[in-house]
């Protein structure tokens, strides 16, 4: 494994091997409805952040000030499963079945407790009601040692998609 050092990462496949494990268990429980089991993959201090596309090329940059598709703490991805686990969650009603594809998983920066990867996605939603959505984008997360593992720390969702069709949610992205 790599030093954590700080510094980009040439290419350690066993650090990215690990981080891309996290990120297909992450993908596998939203496919599967299993909430607490996703949760729990998150540390208590996480963020969940898609910005908006900010003109033809960018996105916003600052959640805080900028216009954000989802931005939730751990306590606001807690509520979110409460809703969509009682069935509260109208927009998402009824929820989709989803398939997630991570690709191109890449540890780009390793610090001496955090690891910045980056990832490729597709989601296909599928609701008797509806069309099927296909939505594309890259993943920027920052994990983090804890016990023996990896937590999320932060995940920021980059929706490639030009125009928004249907609902954004924590689990079609």
Not at 37 to 55: Q, R, S, T
Not at 69 to 88: M, Q, S, V
Not at 126 to 142: C, K
């Amino acid at each position: 494994m790599a030093a954590l050092d700080g510094r980009a990462v040439s290419f350690d496949a066993a650090l990215t091997a690990e981080a891309a494990e996290l990120l297909y268990r992450e993908a596998w429980h939203l496919d599967r409805r299993e909430w607490q089991a996703w949760l729990a993959l998150y540390a208590e201090d996480a963020l969940f952040w898609a910005p908006a596309l900010a003109g033809e090329e960018g996105f916003s940059e600052d959640p805080d000030n900028d216009v954000s598709l989802i931005y939730l703490d751990r306590a606001g991805l807690e509520a979110r499963i409460f809703r969509i686990e009682g069935g509260d969650s109208f927009a998402s009603a009824p929820l989709p079945h989803t398939a997630h594809l991570v690709s191109n998983v890449r540890a780009v920066r390793a610090g001496d407790a955090e690891i910045e990867v980056s990832a490729t996605w597709l989601v296909n939603s599928f609701r008797r009601t509806d069309p099927p959505i296909l939505r594309a984008g890259r993943y920027a997360y920052v994990l983090r040692r804890a016990g023996e593992g990896l937590k999320i720390a932060r995940k920021t969702v980059h929706v490639l998609d030009d125009r928004i069709v249907g609902p954004i949610d924590i689990f079609n992205v």
